[in-house]
């Protein structure tokens, strides 16, 4: 499904060792206190079960003002994204500007993968519960009108954020960076835990949702599946994913352990070190891949320095730098068992947010120059706003679709 808005190639892929793309319901789930029947569950189960409330399609053309073009805030291959209102209490369809604001996914009507998705996304939304989670507050299965409810998020996705060169979104500071991947982290860590054992498979920084103080939340379960059970070391399936973000060793087996989610984290955390993309083709030859050209850089603790984003310069201390390198570095193993656990991550970052002691100081010793967006606590002054993964609505653009491996 996306990032909470973006969307995926539903065709197979032909790639990587003859593993070909394809998205299947996980056979069970895993809720936040109670553990789930490990048996497949038939949709009117998943339905049934997820606390989640069934919406009627008039309720939400109502709520969204008849899906109004002014009010869609986003489109990927799902479908496309609607800003709506409801009462706080019923949940029933609120005048605009009163009440609790939505954010209404609604399914391009093309096919049974799509479906698929959106029923996964129930399984496992419907019934994991955490801060660092997006909120899925409902759903509507009418006819022929597949459409989910999530809260809706101000800030939009740390996409967003780190890669528009727009007037709007004001280049994240170093502890806005630090504080989003802390949050992050702690998302994925909850899904690792033995209290809900899932492998999110597709993390990525379009899926990374921000509220209004910048906490981070993970959005899109469409590719979601129960980790390994019993004795077993990993869960065997076809490849899904972004590319740039998925595990080397999961695109070339098929093999998807928890470490592969790590190694996710990683690129991101990358790409928040950077301001890169994890693949960009508009930059010079030999810099597309952002791993693959940081490489070099990250071996050597005198030249990685080069690596970091321009626009925090003079924001973070060397040490605090070097810290979450390492982090990076450790993440992109190639071999997974070398890689931390996500409770280690955690624990890393929670080092990194206090703020540094030298911030302002430069890392740069002999060249200090003065930096706008030093303060951490600045703030996009637009206030027009995007919700779960898609473009700010101030943005004049829709947002491109990001595929499953596909260039991210």
Same mark, same amino acid.
């Given at each position: 499904? +996306?990032?909470?808005?973006?969307?995926?190639?539903?065709?197979?892929?032909?790639?990587?060792?003859?593993?070909?793309?394809? #998205?299947?319901?996980?056979?069970?789930?895993?809720?936040?206190?109670?553990?789930?029947?490990?048996?497949?569950?038939?949709?009117?189960?998943? %339905?049934?079960? #997820?606390?989640?409330?069934?919406?009627?399609?008039?309720?939400?053309?109502?709520?969204?003002?008849?899906?109004?073009?002014?009010?869609?805030?986003?489109?990927? +291959?799902?479908?496309? =994204?609607?800003?709506?209102?409801?009462?706080?209490?019923?949940?029933?369809?609120? $005048? /605009?500007?009163?009440?609790?604001? !939505?954010?209404?996914?609604?399914?391009?009507?093309?096919?049974?993968?799509?479906?698929?998705?959106? %029923?996964?996304?129930?399984? @496992?939304?419907?019934?994991?519960?955490?801060?660092?989670?997006?909120?899925? !507050?409902?759903?509507?299965?009418?006819?022929?009108?597949?459409?989910?409810?999530?809260?809706?998020?101000?800030?939009?996705?740390?996409?967003?954020?780190?890669?528009?060169?727009?007037?709007?979104?004001?280049?994240?500071?170093?502890?806005?960076?630090? $504080?989003?991947?802390?949050?992050?982290?702690?998302?994925?860590?909850?899904?690792?835990?033995?209290?809900?054992?899932?492998?999110?498979?597709?993390?990525?920084?379009?899926?990374?949702?921000?509220?209004?103080?910048?906490?981070? $939340?993970?959005?899109?379960? *469409?590719?979601?599946?129960?980790? &390994?059970? *019993?004795?077993?070391?990993?869960?065997?399936?076809?490849?899904?994913?972004?590319?740039?973000?998925?595990? &080397?060793? @999961?695109?070339?087996?098929?093999?998807?352990?928890?470490?592969?989610?790590?190694?996710?984290?990683?690129?991101?955390?990358?790409?928040?070190?950077? +301001?890169?993309?994890?693949?960009?083709?508009?930059?010079?030859?030999?810099?597309?891949?952002?791993?693959?050209?940081?490489? &070099?850089? %990250?071996?050597?603790?005198?030249?990685?320095?080069?690596?970091?984003?321009?626009?925090?310069?003079?924001?973070?201390?060397?040490?605090?730098?070097?810290?979450? =390198?390492?982090?990076?570095?450790?993440?992109?193993?190639?071999? &997974? $068992?070398?890689? /931390?656990?996500?409770?280690?991550?955690?624990?890393?970052?929670?080092?990194?947010?206090?703020?540094?002691?030298?911030?302002?100081?430069?890392?740069?010793?002999?060249?200090?120059?003065?930096? /706008?967006?030093?303060? #951490?606590?600045?703030?996009?002054?637009?206030?027009?706003?995007?919700?779960?993964?898609?473009?700010?609505?101030?943005?004049?653009?829709?947002?491109?679709?990001?595929?499953?491996?596909?260039?991210?």
């Amino acid at each position: 499904m +996306g990032s909470c808005l973006s969307s995926r190639i539903k065709a197979d892929s032909p790639l990587h060792n003859g593993l070909h793309s394809n #998205s299947k319901l996980h056979s069970n789930s895993k809720v936040s206190s109670v553990s789930v029947p490990s048996t497949p569950r038939t949709e009117g189960e998943i %339905l049934q079960s #997820s606390n989640l409330k069934s919406f009627a399609f008039n309720e939400l053309k109502t709520a969204t003002r008849n899906f109004r073009p002014d009010s869609m805030v986003g489109e990927g +291959g799902f479908g496309s =994204v609607y800003k709506g209102w409801v009462d706080e209490n019923s949940l029933t369809a609120a $005048k /605009p500007g009163t009440g609790m604001v !939505i954010a209404v996914k609604r399914l391009n009507q093309e096919g049974l993968q799509g479906h698929k998705e959106w %029923l996964t996304e129930i399984n @496992y939304l419907g019934q994991l519960h955490h801060e660092n989670l997006v909120r899925l !507050i409902g759903y509507c299965l009418e006819d022929d009108h597949r459409l989910l409810v999530y809260e809706f998020m101000p800030r939009g996705s740390l996409d967003n954020h780190l890669f528009r060169r727009a007037s709007y979104f004001q280049p994240l500071s170093w502890n806005l960076r630090m $504080k989003i991947a802390f949050g992050a982290a702690k998302g994925l860590a909850f899904l690792h835990s033995d209290e809900a054992k899932v492998i999110y498979r597709d993390f990525k920084t379009a899926n990374i949702l921000l509220d209004s103080t910048y906490n981070a $939340k993970l959005s899109d379960f *469409g590719l979601a599946k129960d980790g &390994p059970a *019993g004795d077993k070391s990993h869960v065997s399936t076809r490849v899904m994913g972004t590319y740039g973000y998925a595990a &080397p060793e @999961y695109m070339t087996t098929g093999h998807l352990t928890a470490r592969s989610d790590v190694y996710s984290f990683g690129v991101v955390m990358l790409e928040l070190l950077s +301001g890169r993309r994890v693949l960009d083709k508009n930059r010079p030859s030999g810099e597309h891949n952002l791993v693959e050209w940081a490489k &070099p850089y %990250l071996a050597s603790k005198r030249k990685v320095i080069q690596i970091f984003d321009g626009r925090i310069e003079g924001q973070y201390s060397l040490d605090d730098a070097h810290r979450a =390198v390492n982090l990076a570095i450790q993440c992109l193993a190639a071999e &997974p $068992k070398s890689r /931390p656990t996500m409770d280690d991550v955690v624990k890393a970052l929670e080092q990194l947010q206090e703020p540094s002691d030298s911030e302002g100081s430069g890392i740069f010793q002999n060249e200090h120059r003065p930096n /706008p967006h030093a303060n #951490s606590n600045h703030a996009p002054k637009h206030r027009r706003h995007s919700i779960n993964g898609v473009n700010n609505a101030a943005t004049p653009h829709r947002p491109r679709a990001s595929a499953s491996l596909t260039p991210a």
